[in-house]
């Protein structure tokens, strides 16, 4: 397969998770909270979480429909995450844009990241699987650990060992996630 095929076919992948992730029913948020979650939601990213879920899944055979839950869970729980992480890293700006904390508030932004984990949740349980439920609620907890062990060594140089632990934490889990919820 040729490098301009693999390009389009990751462009019409990142539109269709653009266009679902658009279509999200936010009407159960009161406005106060729609703004911000909505606000994170378009602030775009390369959705890798997503692609690699529904690659997975067409990998195996498997129907794109039938990805559609996981993935969407998936990236509501990294980016309730990011915004958690924006405010604890004191970040001021999120994909060019000023970050939800700094439109919004830190108070609101705490509350949409917790949102967003809990939207991802309602979507992984939407699936009929507890399997999936069960692997993205570990992995929020892998990930919530990753970042106490950041903020806890930030102040010291890591050892290899310890920034792997920490890498793996915040970041490997979701994506280990991804693929094994595609497939």
Request: net charge negative; charged share 30%.
């Amino acid at each position: 397969m040729s490098k301009a095929l693999i390009e389009r076919r990751l462009r019409e992948l990142k539109e269709y998770i653009d266009e679902t992730l658009e279509r999200i029913d936010l009407t159960s948020l009161h406005p106060l909270m729609e703004a911000p979650v909505r606000y994170m939601l378009r602030t775009g990213g390369k959705r890798l979480r997503p692609l690699i879920c529904l690659l997975s899944a067409e990998l195996v055979g498997g129907e794109r429909e039938r990805a559609v839950k996981p993935f969407l869970a998936l990236e509501l729980i990294h980016n309730g995450t990011l915004i958690h992480d924006d405010i604890i890293d004191e970040d001021e700006t999120r994909r060019g844009r000023p970050s939800v904390h700094i439109t919004y508030g830190v108070k609101r932004g705490i509350l949409a990241g917790d949102i967003l984990l809990s939207l991802g949740l309602h979507h992984a349980s939407e699936t009929g699987d507890p399997r999936i439920v069960e692997w993205l609620s570990e992995t929020a907890s892998k990930m919530v650990q990753g970042v106490a062990l950041q903020t806890h060594y930030r102040r010291r140089i890591l050892s290899e060992e310890e920034y792997l632990e920490i890498a793996y934490l915040k970041s490997g889990s979701l994506f280990e996630a991804s693929a094994a919820l595609g497939a």
